[in-house]
Structure formats: structure tokens, C-alpha cells
């Protein structure tokens, strides 16, 4: 059974416990009885007001207070407002939004589908959008907590939270292909809300053209959904998007001939190595392999007559 009153003498070094990652301490005055293993801490400071020790261990990033927590009986579906979002939140979301892996796993391992599934009453700032575990750790990028997620049978087509919109907004082309892998519906409005940011001012030239090859692969998307559910999604700017991407094709195309012909089968370096490496460094702010693209002074002033360089480049194009 759990403790109903606060005994306000325990709850001093029943915090520091929780926060110093003291198990063992957390352990001992929960046995006892001498505090609440879901009490709420009203005077912990702006952030952590009303917050509950999981909350706290969370905050801190004590996953073996968590563990012994929960395994006291605290409760993972108390909610909290978040002070920065002003949005009702769960502790599986604290950990997502605060980048703790570990913990959001024990608290996914500790979860029924319903709590998994959960959804903010609150609509999102600047969106239509609510928010749930996986459209958070879609927005904040934890790919692994996705995953993990995405194993336990979540639900990706929520009505009110849409991870595929989330992906867009982060414009990462793995996770979105890891959403439609796992049955994601793309919806007319997902490829409006990319094009939209397409057209931003602040949008840069890198990300715009990102966002171009992300929406080439929605739109192959949508034409599958076309066939398969006679759909007729129609877009006034597709035309558009195709031809954007194809210029950038073919600037692919060029700089890779270019080097084909410049790097003879002896070995020798290309005859206009600065032109072709300032056209190289252009090119992979566009198509960024599976490593950054290097420094634009370090590619024209230092690696342009080093033909490990090239060897190197050329398999990214």
C-alpha cells in the first residue's frame, strides 16, 4: 500500500537520493514507508514543480532510480505540463524530449500499448498536430528509441499525431523510410506541409534540396497509394518539384563525367582540380553521403591535389 501523507522531514534527502542516483537510499525509505513513491514535489523550482520522483529521476537521468521506482509500484502514466511547451506530459515523453535513450527504454519495457499509444491533449504550437511517444522521438531524432517503439506495435497512423509529419519537419530521410517501411500512410497534406517548407525563406540551399529528394520519394509513395486505393491526389506545384530534382541529377551527372575524364588510368590528378572540387564540395552540401561533407577550404586549398582526395569523393557521387 501505498504512503498517503508527505512527510515533509523525508522528502529532503529523498530527493537528493533520487538525484545523486542513490538506489539503495531511494530503496530503504520506500520500504519504510517514509515517502511516496509517486508524491508530488510542489516546491522543486519552476521546472520540476508538481513533478513525481520518476519524473525527477528522469530529469537527472538515474536509470537505476527508475528502476527501483517502478519496481516500488510508481506509476509511469502521471502526467506533468511541460514549462517550455505548456503541454500535458508523460514520463516516457520527458525522456524522449530530454535525449535520456536508456531510461525512455525501461519505460517502454514498462508500458502497456495503451501508455505506449498515449496521446497530449494539447494541440502542438504552430501545427494541427498532438503529441505522442512516437512522434517525439521521431522530432527529436532518437532513431533507436523509434525502433523500439515501432517493435512493441505502436501505432504509426494516429489521427491527431503524425510521425511522418514529424519526419518532415526534421527532414531525415532515414526515418521516414523507417516510418513507410513499417506502414505509414502518407497523406496530401504531408506533401504539402514539405513544400511549404521548400518555399521558406529561411529554408537553406542544402536542405532545400534534401527536402526535394525526400519529396520525390513521397510522391512515388502517393503514387502506389494512387493505384492501390484509387486516390487522386493532385498537386500544383509536382511539376515543379520534378524539374528541381532533375536539374540536380544532372548536376550530379556532370561533375561525375567530369572526373571520369580528368582522372586518367594512370593515376594523374584532374587537370582543373580546384573548379572541380569547389563543383564537388557544391554538390555533397546537396547529397550528403554517410559522411559530412568536408570544409570547403580544406577541400579547394588543401585536398584538391591529393589524389587519395578524389579516390575518397568519388564514390559518394
Known amino acids: ?18 538525484c545523486e542516483g542513490d538506489s539503495k537510499s531511494v530503496k530503504n525509505l520506500l520500504t519504510a514507508k517514509k515517502v511516496n513513491v509517486d508524491e508530488r514535489f ?43 511547451l505548456n503541454l ?21 519495457d514498462s508500458s502497456n500499448i495503451e501508455e505506449l499509444n498515449w496521446i497530449s491533449d494539447e494541440v502542438l504550437p504552430s ?25 512493441k506495435g505502436v501505432d504509426v497512423n494516429g489521427e491527431s499525431a503524425d510521425p511522418l509529419y514529424a519526419a518532415i519537419l526534421v527532414n531525415d530521410e532515414v526515418l521516414i523510410t523507417l516510418l513507410l517501411t513499417h506502414g505509414v ?19 537553406t540551399d542544402k536542405n ?39 536539374k540536380l541529377l544532372d548536376q550530379r551527372n ?13 593515376g594523374k590528378l584532374p587537370s582543373n582540380p580546384l573548379g572541380i572540387s569547389r563543383a564537388i564540395y557544391d554538390y555533397l552540401s546537396f547529397f550528403p553521403g554517410e559522411n559530412p561533407a568536408p570544409d570547403e577550404k580544406q577541400v579547394v586549398k588543401e585536398q584538391a591535389g591529393d589524389l587519395n582526395f578524389w579516390n575518397s569523393i568519388y564514390p559518394l557521387l
Open 1 to 18: 500500500m501505498k504512503v498517503k501523507s508527505n512527510n515533509v522531514s523525508y522528502q529532503i534527502p529523498f530527493k537528493r537520493a533520487i
Open 254 to 266: 556532370t561533375i561525375k563525367a567530369c572526373i571520369d575524364r580528368s582522372i586518367n588510368p594512370e
Open 127 to 151: 501545427t494541427n498536430y498532438k503529441m505522442n511517444a512516437l512522434y517525439a522521438a521521431v522530432f527529436y531524432k532518437r532513431i533507436n528509441v523509434v525502433k523500439k517503439l515501432l517493435s
Open 88 to 108: 500535458s506530459i508523460t514520463p516516457l515523453l520527458a525522456a524522449i524530449m530530454r535525449e535520456q535513450d536508456e531510461l525512455a527504454d525501461i519505460l517502454i
Open 208 to 246: 532545400r534540396e534534401k527536402q526535394l529528394i525526400i519529396l520525390s520519394s513521397l510522391l512515388k509513395e502517393i503514387e502506389n497509394q494512387k493505384l492501390n486505393n484509387n486516390e487522386a491526389f493532385q498537386f500544383s506545384w509536382e511539376n515543379d518539384a520534378k524539374i528541381r530534382l532533375q
Open 42 to 84: 510542489q516546491e522543486y523550482g519552476d521546472e520540476l514543480r508538481n513533478s513525481t520522483p520518476v519524473f525527477l529521476a528522469i530529469q537527472f537521468g538515474q536509470s537505476g532510480v527508475l528502476k527501483e521506482l517502478i519496481a516500488n509500484g510508481a506509476s509511469i502514466s502521471k502526467r506533468m505540463i511541460d514549462p517550455m
Open 185 to 203: 500512410k502518407i497523406s496530401a497534406s504531408n506533401c504539402n506541409d514539405l513544400y511549404k517548407l521548400l518555399q521558406q525563406e529561411t529554408t
